[in-house]
C-alpha cells in the first residue's frame, strides 16, 4: 500500500504561479511513476504529468513549457512547479502512483485560476 498526501493548492490569478507537493509513505520501494492528474467541473480526469522512477518525464501538450514535475527521492515527495497560469488550469490536482499494478491516488487538492 501507498500514502499519498497533497498540498500547495489554493487561489492564484492568470500568470501566477503555484507549486504542489505530494509526499509519500508505506511501500514506496514498489513505486515505478508518480504523477500529477486533474479534473475539472464536468470534465474527465486527465493527465497532467508524470515522472518515472528513472527520472523519465511525460507532458499534457495544454502543460508543456510552462508547467515542471519532479521528484526528491530522499523526501519521497514529488512536486509539480506550475508557471503562467490560466484559468482553464483551475481543477482539483490529484496526485497518483503507480506501482506496476495498482494506481494509488492522493485526496486532491484545489486550484483556482480567477482575478
Known amino acids: 500500500q501507498v500514502q499519498l498526501v497533497e498540498s500547495g493548492g489554493g487561489l492564484v490569478q492568470p500568470g501566477g504561479s503555484l507549486r504542489l507537493s505530494c509526499a509519500a509513505s508505506?511501500?514506496?520501494?514498489?513505486?515505478?511513476?508518480m504523477g500529477w492528474y486533474r479534473q475539472a467541473p464536468g470534465k474527465q480526469r486527465e493527465l497532467v504529468a508524470h515522472?518515472?522512477?528513472?527520472?523519465?518525464?511525460k507532458y499534457a501538450d495544454s502543460v508543456k513549457g510552462r508547467f515542471t514535475i519532479s521528484r526528491d527521492n530522499a523526501k519521497n515527495t514529488v512536486y509539480l512547479q506550475m508557471n503562467s497560469l490560466k484559468p482553464e488550469d483551475t481543477a482539483v490536482y490529484y496526485c497518483n502512483a503507480f506501482d506496476g499494478a495498482y494506481d494509488y491516488w492522493g485526496q486532491g487538492t484545489q486550484v483556482t485560476v480567477s482575478s
Open positions: 508505506g511501500s514506496i520501494f514498489s513505486i515505478y511513476a
Open positions: 515522472i518515472t522512477s528513472g527520472g523519465s518525464t
